[in-house]
């Protein structure tokens, strides 16, 4: 039999991943969150690039975003990298500008776990960020087109006739983010949008040329594509797609639609519980029964996480455009405790928020 100076003790970290709704109700009841946050504060981001700092040609964007959270900081890196594909496509009652661009995140969570497949997690962030970026009008396919310079001796009028830029072949840019979570403490959604949006105010497009030596090869590659035969039509497509150069030295910033760059938050909302409660003082339970329902901003630690089942997802610009929203209601007893007041409260935080990280991106 254990006795009593035998008792386990549990530091709050393992206690709120063993009980998580009763202490993250206690913390509730004397205002505050298990992170000492009081209940619509955000979280605090650090936020910087290092494309200049690593000198790797491949990186075209980059981006280091670090939540500040005691004591647990979760941080995401950001790299993104780019391919060249030809533009098949040809818009015919649609704008070029309406197309859908080329974007491809990949979101990895560290957990030490070697080359194991890719989680439910990752792969429903992955997903979510691949709609969103490909639709919410933040990059257009214009912005990716390659504009092929002459580098010394060619004539534009002379890369023309050859079919490379207005009456043949056409290329563009794909973008292909690389996400890497850090330390993961609650949902990453968020941070995973907000470190896209820097690594792409960070990203450069390398010049793209044709060699200018190459030009009569080029010239018998392209009258080959003509051919019907489609072993040589192959063979040709290959010794064509050889013909683009990149001057890394020469860059450009990728052009970003400014109305459209938003940003993230999230929202947890519940019921506060006088069963859990460590106030003693009747006249103070009452009191806080009459204020059940609180707002909870930037959703941290497993033990919000997993005790919020009323959660909702932002992504606003500065001027209060709202580019997703998504509200998901749980099926525990907090089941239908969102309201129209909440909700218009959440927004126009979202927005406040939106404003500030987009001048702590400004500043940095």
């Known amino acids: 039999m254990m006795g009593r100076e035998d008792e386990l003790t549990f530091t709050p970290d393992i206690l709120s991943r063993v009980v998580p709704e009763l202490i993250f109700q206690r913390n509730l009841s004397i205002g505050t969150r298990m992170n000492n946050r009081k209940f619509e504060e955000f979280a605090k981001y650090q936020t910087n690039t290092f494309r200049d ?58 957990r030490g ?13 992955g997903q979510l960020l691949n709609d969103i970026l490909q639709h919410c009008g933040i990059i257009s396919c214009e912005s990716l087109k390659i504009n092929i310079e002459n580098r010394n001796t ?25 996400i890497n979570v850090f330390n993961r403490d609650g949902p990453i959604f968020h941070a995973c949008w907000n470190a896209i949006m820097t690594a792409l105010r960070d990203t450069r497009l390398p010049q793209v040329y044709i060699n200018e030596e190459n030009l009569n090869e080029v010239a018998y590659n392209l009258r080959l594509l003509k051919n019907k035969n489609r072993r040589n039509r192959f063979q040709s497509n290959e010794k064509v797609n050889k013909i683009l150069c990149f001057n890394q030295l ?76 998504s509200l998901s209601v749980g099926d525990n007893k907090d089941k239908g405790n969102v309201s129209i007041e909440l909700l218009k409260k959440s927004i126009r935080l979202a927005i406040e928020r939106s404003r500030e990280l987009q001048a702590l991106n400004k500043k940095d």
């Not at 098949?88 to 979101?107: A, S």
């Not at 004539?155 to 290329?171: A, H, M, N, V, Y």
């Open 53 to 110: 700092i690593i000198k790797d040609p491949e990186i075209l964007g980059s981006s280091i975003l670090e939540i500040q959270d005691t004591p647990n900081s979760t941080t995401v890196f950001v790299t993104i990298k780019g391919g060249v594909v030809e533009d098949t496509e040809r818009p015919l009652y649609k704008q070029y500008e309406d197309r859908i661009p080329g974007i491809y995140p990949v979101v990895e969570i560290e």
């Open 113 to 125: 776990r070697g080359n194991s497949p890719p989680s439910d997690e990752e792969m429903i962030v």
């Open 154 to 178: 060619v004539e534009k009028d002379e890369i023309d006739f050859l079919g490379l830029q207005t009456g043949g072949k056409r290329w563009k840019f794909v973008l292909y983010i690389k």
């Open 250 to 325: 020469q860059t450009y910033p990728l052009r970003l639609n400014e109305n459209n760059i938003c940003y993230g938050c999230n929202f947890g909302i519940t019921r506060l519980q006088p069963e859990y409660s460590l106030i003693e003082d009747e006249g103070e339970e009452e009191k806080r029964e009459t204020s059940e329902l609180v707002l909870i901003s930037d959703i941290s630690r497993e033990g919000e996480e997993a005790s919020l089942s009323n959660q909702l997802n932002i992504l606003v610009t500065p001027n209060g455009n709202i580019k997703y929203l």
